[in-house]
C-alpha cells in the first residue's frame, strides 16, 4: 500500500453533490507511474452492536486519513435494533452509552463523536435496511442526522439512497487541461440471505444487467466478502469492438456475530462466522495506455 501522507497536505480531491443519490469525486491526476489514489469502501458496520470490532474499524479509518482515501460506506452502519418497538431488542445488545430513554439520539451523538476525527474524508453514506426499517417505523433517518451532525463539526459528509452513485472524475493538476478520465462507482447495500454456498455471487448478474453504466459495483448486507470481474464486449461509435470489464465487490462488516458459535441467531441458522473488515479501491495510472486504472484488495 502507498506510504501515508502528512495530514498538514492539503487533500487531493474535492467532494460535490450532484442529487439525492449521485455524487461526484473530483480528483488530482499527475500521470505519472508513481500516482495513486485510494478509497476506503465500507458496508455493514453495524457500529452500535456490542459484537462491532470498533478498534479494528477505527484502525482502518486511520489509514483513510493516512492515504488521503475518501471514505464511501455502503449502509447499516446503523445496527438500532434496541428501540423499545423492536421485537429483536435485548438488553445484553446494549451498549453502555445507548441506555437512556432518547436511544436514537444518543445512536447519532455518539456515532457522530466517534467519526468526528475522519469527517473530512467520510465522503458517502449509503442506507442499509437497519435504517430503512427506522425510517418505516419512527420517521427519523438516522444516516441523514449522522451526515449533517458530521458536517456540523466541520465535515464533508453527505447521504446517499439504499443505492446510489459516485462519479469519480480524474482532472489534471493544471485545471486548465481539464479532464483526463472518470470512472463510476454504482453502490447498492443489497438483498437476500446471500446463500450458504454462492454467499450472493449470483447477484452480479442481474446487477450487471440493470446497471449497465457501473465500472465498479459495491454491495454488502450479506456480510459476506469477495470481489469478481463481469468481462463485456462493447462497440463503439465507429464500430470498433473493444472489451472491458464491471468489478464486483462485496464488503463483509465489522460485526462478529458468530464469536465462539455458542448461540445466537446466527448460530442457530447455521450462517458460520463472517469475514470482518473492509475494501480498499485503488486508483493508478497506466502511462502505457494513457488512462487510469483501477484494482481492490482487503482491509483487514
Known amino acids: 500500500m502507498k506510504s501515508g501522507i502528512s495530514m498538514e497536505d ?4 474535492k467532494l460535490r453533490k450532484i442529487s439525492n443519490n449521485v455524487h461526484e469525486i473530483k480528483i488530482d ?3 505519472t507511474k508513481d500516482w ?3 478509497v476506503l469502501l ?3 458496520v453495524h457500529h452500535d452492536n456490542p459484537k462491532c470490532k470498533q478498534d479494528l474499524e477505527r484502525m482502518h479509518l486511520e489509514e483513510a486519513l493516512s492515504y488521503d482515501a475518501p471514505i464511501i460506506d455502503n449502509g447499516d452502519l446503523f445496527c438500532c435494533m434496541q428501540g423499545s418497538w423492536d421485537k429483536r431488542k435485548d438488553k445484553a445488545a446494549l451498549r453502555p452509552e445507548h441506555q437512556g430513554s432518547n436511544y ?9 463523536d466517534f467519526y468526528a476525527p475522519f469527517a473530512s474524508h467520510i465522503a458517502v453514506l449509503g442506507k442499509g435496511n437497519h435504517e430503512t ?6 420517521e427519523t433517518d438516522l444516516t441523514d442526522r449522522l451526515a449533517s451532525r458530521l458536517r456540523n463539526k466541520g465535515g464533508i459528509t453527505e447521504s446517499s439512497g439504499y443505492g446510489g452513485w459516485v462519479i469519480f472524475r480524474f482532472d489534471h493538476p493544471n485545471k486548465k487541461n481539464g479532464l483526463i478520465d472518470s ?3 454504482y453502490h447498492y447495500h443489497g438483498t437476500g440471505g446471500g446463500g450458504p454456498v454462492t454467499r450472493g455471487t449470483i447477484q452480479t448478474n442481474r446487477i450487471a444487467v440493470f446497471t449497465p453504466d457501473a465500472n465498479i459495483v459495491l454491495t454488502g448486507h450479506t456480510h459476506d466478502e469477495w470481489q469478481m470481474t463481469i468481462q463485456r464486449q462493447r462497440l463503439t461509435e465507429k464500430g470498433v469492438i ?8 462485496r464488503c463483509g462488516g465489522y460485526k462478529d456475530a458468530w464469536g465462539t458459535g455458542e448461540a445466537g441467531w446466527e448460530v442457530e441458522r447455521m450462517l458460520g462466522p463472517k469475514p470482518i473488515g473492509s475494501a480498499w479501491l485503488r486508483f493508478w495510472w497506466d502511462r502505457k495506455n494513457d488512462c487510469v486504472r483501477y484494482d481492490s484488495q482487503r482491509a483487514k
Open 242 to 249: 473493444y472489451h472491458d470489464e464491471q468489478l464486483h465487490i
Open 183 to 185: 470512472c463510476r462507482l
Open 36 to 38: 495513486e489514489q485510494w
Open 29 to 31: 491526476c499527475d500521470k
Open 42 to 44: 465500507r458496508s455493514d
Open 10 to 13: 492539503d487533500m487531493a480531491w
Open 133 to 138: 426499517a427506522m425510517t418505516k417505523q419512527h
Open 104 to 112: 436514537f439520539d444518543l445512536l447519532v451523538e455518539t456515532a457522530a
